[in-house]
């Protein structure tokens, strides 16, 4: 019974691991203005506070409007 609960956790393992590098190859370039991060989208500077808590690419509005995008095509 034990190596079933092992093979599972190594299985799971593999596929957080996997998963981790596909989020990490998809990640995309910060556009980078005199210095200062702005979205991606709609070119407006991203305020210091969410760069530095959350490495945004994207404004606040352009993150949530692209992750509908995403949800979307995904169904």
């Not at 210095?35 to 352009?62: F, Q």
Request: with cysteine; aromatic share 2%.
């Amino acid at each position: 019974m034990t190596d079933q609960f092992e093979q599972a956790s190594k299985l799971e393992e593999l596929a957080r691991r996997e998963a981790i590098k596909n989020q990490q190859r998809n990640k995309e370039n910060p556009l980078i203005i005199d210095g200062k991060r702005h979205c991606l989208d709609c070119e407006d500077e991203i305020l210091p506070l969410r760069v530095k808590s959350v490495n945004a690419v994207r404004c606040i509005g352009c993150q949530v409007h692209h992750e509908a995008l995403e949800r979307h095509q995904r169904s």
